[in-house]
């Protein structure tokens, strides 16, 4: 028996906690990437035929370096939020849907520091 009134348990944010929150973090992150995204095809499209020494150069830019961070940021984390709502929904035992979310969390830090690491290595050198 809990002693919570039936207007704070009406009140509460339900079983996630946070559902506006992911939701609205998703589409920003979605709505980032839609510019990011196309900018950072595109250029690398055109620099397919390039010589090394002219995409090295491209990359060394402060805001190339830059919006190419903010585009692996924004698409790991964008990955990650869409991964966890994945198996918040589809994976009924707990100890697995946790755990697939921290591996998600995980390989998807590694993943982008790895990414970030290497833009600033071309960048600083």
Known sequence: MTFEAELHAAQGLGSAKSGLRHWLVQRITAALLIPLGVWFVLFFILLLTAPFDV????????????????????????????????????VSRETLKWALILGTKLLSIVAALLAIVSILKIFIS
């Open 55 to 90: 995409a090295y150069g491209w990359l060394s830019s402060p805001w190339t370096a830059s919006l190419s961070i903010l585009f692996i940021i924004s698409s790991f984390y964008h990955g990650y939020l869409g991964m966890q709502v994945i198996w918040e929904d589809y």
